[in-house]
């Protein structure tokens, strides 16, 4: 009781977070653990809907834990674990599937985006319900807000339909999860083409920047970012694409208003503003960087905490699915 409680979960699906994921998503997560009763966790089952390679899998899951506690989850102050440490995720997710429409999961726009690229036919049937795993994500815990970038958005009303679709047909049992969504920072673009979402599947390498980068990577990105003809440091969603997605970055890491930051490069041009862009994402990633290694140095350490997250996690998982179970007509577990 007393706070409320939050959920969200990213994949492992890369060697390292990006700029997107982070502004996004990990801070709100950070921040969220000091005034909400905060739960996340490293999405592995929902990384293996595509292709995968067991040994990178394995590298990635513990590449991300280390990533999220190094930007600042706190596992004394929420429960981090890995996803498939806990079945119940599986195990709701089958009985979610039943109660999901054929054609209401084929309406799912990533689906859709994802499995046209490797062609509709190769797509795998879990990638199909990737949704309805999320939506079970969310409601072993009764969630009550779901931190995500916006791409989420389509996935949580689904969440919501079915948490709502459940209670309907068999008695009051899920919290109806709202969406947290940071309209600032909900959507990251492309730094070489700022018309697309920054993404690990669709950006070329200097279209993103990881959480992980070299730090001279990241000031040579920033200063080849495309931007415009023009040389005012000024928001303009529809004219100036480029210039407004880097502002919006400016902003969030130097907690300056986007007003300001403009009235202070003015019309001098994008220089000296991109060089001054370039050391407060280093100055931010930096250290994250540093303490990831650190705690990858310990593997042992950091399986032993992430156990723990998921044997907490499994303590409220299983009281949901105890009762999910008695409302379905299906007996206990053995
Ligand atoms: P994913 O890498 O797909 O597991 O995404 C992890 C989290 O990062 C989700 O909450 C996404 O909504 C968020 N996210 C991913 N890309 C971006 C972006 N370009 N801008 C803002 N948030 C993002
Ligand atoms: N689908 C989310 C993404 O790609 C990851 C995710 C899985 C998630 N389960 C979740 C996010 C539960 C929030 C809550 O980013």
Known sequence: MGSRRVFSGIQPTADSFHLGNYLGAVRQWVDLQETRDAIYCVVDLHAITVPYDPAALRRRTRVAAAQLIAAGLDPERCILFVQSQAPEHAELNWVLGCITGFGEANRMTQFKDKSARGGADQASVGLF?????QAADILLYQADEVPVGEDQRQHLELSRTLAQRFNHRFGETFTVPAPYILPTVAKITD?????????KSSSSPQG???????????RRKINRAVTDAESVVRADEVAK???TNLLRIYSALSGQKIEEISAAYGDSGYGKFKKDLGELVVGTFAPIRERTAKILGDPAALDAVLLDGGRRAREIAGGTMAVVRDRCGLPPAA
């Open 241 to 243: 694409p480029g210039v």
């Open 208 to 218: 993103i920047i990881d959480l992980l980068d070299e730090p001279d990577a990241i």
């Open 191 to 199: 730094l070489q083409d700022p018309a697309s979402k920054m993404s």
């Open 129 to 133: 319900t990737y949704p309805v795993l």
